[in-house]
């Protein structure tokens, strides 16, 4: 017996947070009984599970990388009719979805799957996956701004946890520099702001490693499946930092 909602992550339904949300709407149903609350036990074998009167089927887990190019949205649609990220897996049989997202004008490496344990596990503030950004800035930082960022900034929503920052190089004679920043913290445009507020705004962002993980091979618009190494390199990540 499992409880419903990682049931339902596992079937690729949704992530294990938002199946929670769902089981709590009223969307789910066991044996024909809606179910309004979390921790109702089930046996995906045996019973009947339906989301929105649908009865749910249970598909390969399956874990993609992506190269997202800038002007797409990392979402599975967008009602304004913008390219998203699920635009260029219309091939794919298993609904997958984005594991965090990387703003519209942001490239870079991207993960998805229809795991929704991984999902949750990655997602967790516990889980400390490290994300390296190259970001293009105006102006060149001194190692003295370079050292906040490493030591901590304080944001509107808090002090920044320690990172790592290095400058790459010098662009336009100075006028712009690439830095290389290493975080492992998910909150909103977070690398922008922390640019930002060392006096340096940031023109380009683009992710190049998610944990283990690199863009090695692909080109932008181009995805793959991880391979088997790759993916026990990530779950054995995730295992140790979820429980620590």
């Known amino acids: 017996m499992e ?3 990682k049931v339902l992550a596992h079937a690729g339904v949704a992530s294990r947070r938002k199946a929670e949300e769902m089981i709590l709407e009223g969307l789910v149903s066991v044996n024909g009984k809606i179910i309004r609350e979390l921790g109702v036990t089930v046996d995906p074998k045996q019973d009947e599970i339906k989301v ?3 009865k749910i089927s249970f598909e390969n887990s399956v874990y993609y990388i992506f190269y997202k190019p800038t002007g797409v949205i ?6 304004q009719g913008r390219r998203v990220v699920m635009d260029y897996f ?6 997958i979805y984005p594991i965090g997202r990387l703003d519209y004008d942001t490239s870079g490496l991207l993960l998805l799957s229809n795991d929704g344990d991984l999902t949750h596990q990655l997602m967790h503030p516990s889980f400390h996956v490290e994300k390296t950004y190259i970001a293009t800035v105006q ?3 001194t190692r003295h701004k370079l050292a906040r960022l490493e030591k901590g900034i304080m944001l509107k929503d808090g002090m920044t946890a320690p990172a790592r920052a290095e400058l790459v190089t010098e662009l336009k004679g100075g006028q712009q520099s690439q ?3 290493t975080i492992h913290e998910g909150r909103n445009r977070q690398v922008r702001r922390m640019c930002k507020a060392i006096g340096h705004t940031c023109v380009a962002l683009h992710r190049e490693r998610y944990g283990c993980l690199t863009l090695e091979g692909l080109k932008q618009e181009e995805f793959r499946e991880l391979t088997k190494t790759e993916l026990e390199k990530l779950k054995s990540m995730s295992s140790h930092n979820f429980h620590k």
């Open 90 to 95: 219309r091939d794919i049989k298993e609904r």
């Open 74 to 79: 990392t979402s599975v649609s967008d009602p």
């Open 3 to 5: 409880r419903l909602q």
């Open 179 to 181: 830095l290389r920043l």
């Open 139 to 141: 102006g060149v930082p």
């Open 52 to 54: 929105r009167n649908k």
